[in-house]
C-alpha cells in the first residue's frame, strides 16, 4: 500500500501492528507499507498527515493499494 502527499509530510506508528515501511520514511511525503490486510490497516489507523510550513491551500492524500506481485486493486 503506497501513501503519499504533496505538500506535507505522512506518518505512521508501527509499533506491533506487524506491517513494515519498504518505501520512504516517517516524516516524507511518501510511505509503502507492506503486510497482511488486518496489518496495514492497524498501521493506517495511526496515520498522521503534517502540512508543508507556510502552506496554504489543499492538498491531495493519494492511497494505492496492490497485491503482493504490484498489481493495484481496485
Known amino acids: 500500500m503506497r501513501s503519499s502527499v504533496s505538500n506535507g509530510t505522512l506518518s505512521v506508528s508501527l509499533g506491533s501492528t506487524g506491517a513494515t515501511i519498504t518505501t520512504g520514511t516517517n516524516g516524507s511525503n511518501t510511505l509503502t507499507l507492506s503486510g497482511t490486510q488486518t496489518q496495514i ?11 508543508s510550513a507556510n502552506f496554504n491551500g489543499s492538498d491531495t492524500l493519494t492511497v494505492v493499494s496492490t497485491d503482493a506481485a504490484g498489481t493495484p486493486l481496485s
Open 41 to 51: 490497516n492497524a498501521a493506517l489507523a495511526t496515520l498522521i498527515y503534517q502540512g
